[in-house]
């Protein structure tokens, strides 16, 4: 069972910074593709970012530009490193990873292992 613990969230301003982190219990960064994914309230989840276990990243197009994806197998850690943020980036945001080699499709229902959520709140 793969455990993951995200930290970084919290409330800035709009056009402020923060860099979410996602720590793994083992080392599956290195074969696992890892992903972000957000949800707001009383809307879906959805994807931000994903980079592969060969190191292919693929961004949703309202981060491209923003966001960056990056991670450090040797600390088992993913991050999100999140500039210019806007009010609509607002929700909660979840790590996850796929334990299928060479997949890598930034969608909930490819991920089988989730962390609980940090809160991101940017204000106006």
């Known amino acids: 069972q793969v455990h993951l613990v995200e930290s970084g969230g919290g409330s800035v301003q709009a056009g402020g910074s923060l860099r979410l982190s996602c720590a793994a219990s083992a080392s599956i960064l290195g074969s696992y593709s890892m992903a972000w994914f957000r949800q707001a309230p009383g809307k879906e989840r959805e994807g931000v970012a994903l980079i592969a276990s060969d190191g292919r990243l693929e961004y949703a197009d309202y981060v491209k530009g923003r966001f960056t994806i990056s991670k450090d197998n040797g600390k088992n850690t993913l991050y999100l490193q999140m500039n210019d943020l806007k009010p609509e980036d607002t929700g909660m945001y979840y790590c996850?990873?796929?334990?299928?080699?060479?997949?890598?499709?930034?969608?909930?229902?490819?991920?089988?292992?989730w962390g609980q959520g940090t809160q991101v709140t940017v204000s106006s």
């Open positions: 996850a990873a796929d334990p299928i080699m060479f997949r890598a499709v930034l969608l909930p229902a490819f991920f089988r292992f």
